[in-house]
């Protein structure tokens, strides 16, 4: 084995002393087969553009990469790639992204929507990640990928030194004998640390401290979140932390919490720490961490609003925080679930085995663009089309009864929806106007779709009209149900004087 230097990225001495390194040109070079390791940010630039060019076996740690593709275009203010990588991934759907991303719209929704991996995925010759759900992800966005979820590898530390935590404590001013939460890692909304804060607040936990370590992004206010929710005094927000004390913190709490909404799919290595050390967790009830037996950890389910998530946190947090036994089994089980799950040796075993059954086996990938299924009526605001009827010719004598035939052909780019879909179904419309009133009921008479018309179909439909008394107006037009008028959209209409 030998490591890839990329250009403009420094190795550490001690991975250079034991590992022989090669220029990135030779990736590939003597039928070697590259493994690659996918972040989600620009430092792994250089990593996608040659798993773009050279096939091998790519480790997606996080299943969406589409951070990545925003730091390396809008993060250097340049629009057309981003749109471009979007809508080769995503087809139109991911071109009407880049756009309301343009303009700031839509707030992170579609960051963690359109994970912007399928042209890098299809690319390989197989795909590791590191948990089941994850590979289900995949799956259903890329069902040609070659995908396979294995251990992360975690080597397994010591177990948590209660000295060391104790003479954290003391250190922080952390009460001896006060129950203390446990966050670790980079702190970022996502990681609901906020909430966290406010549950704190609630009745039953005036006596519990949140450690919070690692550094935090620029939009974070951890400490004026704590001011805010009257709990200042116990939260102590400590920034990045060398490892020796950042073995100490873990110590030094009782439960870790590693809430996580929305997420990139990413297995926390954070979160494997502190089980590997022998501490229990809270987790987010969503995405990867269904893989994380109850043994472990206690999952919270998300809400809509921030205090309805605090205060379930809050009620599995006096029932955890009241039984020391309970959380003493989790601790030791945990630390047992990475032991068996995430032994490196058993991963390195599953790496081999993917790159030995993919190795002489063709990337999937055709490397056309995303065929992303055309848009209905119930979303696409732009709904041209063509109306015709027959039977309506002058002269037309009043009294008589005819039988009127109307053609209806879609000319636009979405799928017009049949009229018993709900919102969005279509129905046409035929209205006979003397004045205001309509003869034919108020309303009009509205004759459903009987299916759904695809851009370039038509569709027949009859009715019967008396001819009545008198000068009439005949209207012909298309409708959405819970959407008005169709001519309003772009839509045809037809009308005659009678």
């Not at 084995?1 to 390194?21: D, H, N, S």
């Not at 220029?23 to 553009?49: C, F, I, K």
């Not at 995303?370 to 010719?393: F, Q």
Request: charged fraction near 25%.
């Amino acid at each position: 084995m030998r490591l890839i230097r990329l250009p403009g990225q420094p190795v550490a001495p001690e991975v250079a002393a034991r590992w022989p390194l090669v220029d990135s040109a030779e990736t590939g070079s003597e039928g070697r087969l590259p493994l690659y390791q996918m972040g989600n940010n620009r430092y792994h630039e250089g990593v996608r553009e040659l798993a773009l060019r050279i096939p091998g076996v790519l480790t997606l740690h996080d299943v969406v990469l589409h951070h990545l593709l925003l730091d390396l275009t809008l993060g250097r203010d340049e629009f057309l790639p981003y749109c471009e990588g979007l809508a080769w991934d995503h087809g139109w759907m991911g071109e009407a992204v880049a756009m309301a991303k343009r303009w700031h719209a839509y707030g992170e929704a579609p960051v963690f929507s359109f994970p912007a991996h399928r042209t890098l995925l299809l690319a390989q010759r197989g795909v590791l990640v590191h948990s089941a759900w994850a590979a289900g992800v995949v799956r259903e966005e890329c069902p040609e990928a070659r995908v396979r979820a294995i251990p992360m590898g975690v080597p397994l530390p010591p177990p948590a030194d209660p000295a060391a935590g104790r003479a954290l404590r003391l250190r922080l001013g952390l009460p001896e004998d006060a129950p203390v939460l446990g966050s670790f890692g980079f702190q970022t909304p996502i990681k609901r640390t906020e909430t966290a804060i406010a549950a704190l607040a609630a009745p039953g936990l005036e006596r519990v401290h949140l450690l919070i370590v690692g550094e935090a992004a620029k939009v974070m206010d951890l400490e004026g979140e704590a001011r805010r929710a009257g709990v200042a005094e116990r939260v102590h927000v400590q920034g990045f932390l060398p490892y020796e004390d950042f073995a100490a913190a873990i110590a030094a709490t009782d439960l870790c919490l590693n809430l996580r909404y929305p997420t990139a799919g990413e297995t926390s290595a954070s979160l494997l720490r502190v089980l590997a050390a022998g501490r229990p967790a809270v987790v987010s009830d969503f995405a990867q961490f269904a893989d994380l037996p109850a043994a472990v950890a206690v999952k919270v389910p998300l809400a809509a609003e921030r205090a309805e998530e605090a205060a379930s946190l809050a009620a599995e947090l006096r029932r955890l925080l009241a039984a020391p036994e309970r959380l003493h089994a989790m601790g030791e089980a945990a630390r047992e679930h990475v032991r068996r799950e995430h032994d490196p040796e058993r991963s390195a075993e599953a790496v081999v085995a993917a790159c030995r059954e993919w190795q002489a086996l063709p990337p999937p990938g055709t490397g056309e663009r995303a065929m992303a299924p055309p848009p209905t009526s119930i979303a696409w605001g732009d709904l041209p089309g063509e109306i015709e009827v027959a039977g309506a010719d002058l002269p037309w004598a009043e009294g008589e009864r005819r039988t009127i035939g109307i053609r209806l052909v879609n000319r636009g780019f979405a799928r017009w929806l049949a009229g018993d879909r709900g919102p969005g179904g279509m129905a046409v419309v035929v209205k006979l106007l003397v004045g205001w009133h309509d003869l034919l009921a108020e309303g009009g008479r509205w004759l459903p779709l009987p299916r759904d018309l695809k851009p370039g179909e038509e569709i027949r439909l009859t009715t019967e009209i008396r001819r009545p008394l008198g000068p009439a107006r005949l209207l012909v037009e298309p409708h959405l149900f819970g959407g008005g008028r169709l001519s309003l959209l772009g839509g045809p209409s037809w009308e005659r004087e009678l």
